[in-house]
């Protein structure tokens, strides 16, 4: 009983500690991360078919800055019967990272979530896995 109220006990703390520990530097994931796949397909991607609309992500960068701000820059096409156009998606904001974890505060989108391990870059937004490479 002792030995498992001193597991608990610790546990709690290391939990605690990991949540209140201040963010981790930016420097070492500076750089620019392009999309590789969404949820596990690759590019192009089918973001949406809506019967005669459909929305193809072609590609997308995130570039992470030593200021802790990112910029986001990619290219869709909207093809709604024969009528193809193409968007150009720009979004900006700032980043926290604590260990693997990066936040995103985005202004077109929020707040988005993700891990970073060595040169991959994987967020989820929107129900969407995305997998950046640098």
């Known amino acids: 009983m002792r030995r498992t109220t001193l597991l608990i006990v ?17 420097l070492g994931v500076v750089g620019t991360y392009a999309l590789q796949s969404v949820n596990g397909m690759p590019l192009p991607y ?21 200021s802790s701000s990112f910029s986001e820059m990619g290219h869709k096409t909207l093809t709604t019967g024969s ?30 979530t993700g891990s970073i391990r060595g040169s991959t870059l994987t967020m989820v937004q929107q129900g969407f896995t995305l997998v950046y490479q640098k």
């Open 10 to 26: 610790s546990l709690v703390a290391a939990v605690f500690t990991l949540a209140c520990a201040p963010p981790t530097s930016p």
């Open 46 to 66: 089918l973001l949406q078919d809506a019967g005669a609309t459909k929305v193809h992500v072609l590609d997308d960068l995130i570039i992470l800055t030593s």
């Open 83 to 112: 009528m193809v156009s193409l968007q150009v998606p720009i979004d900006a904001g700032t980043f926290e990272r604590r260990g693997n974890t990066i936040t995103l505060e985005s202004l077109l989108f929020g707040r988005w």
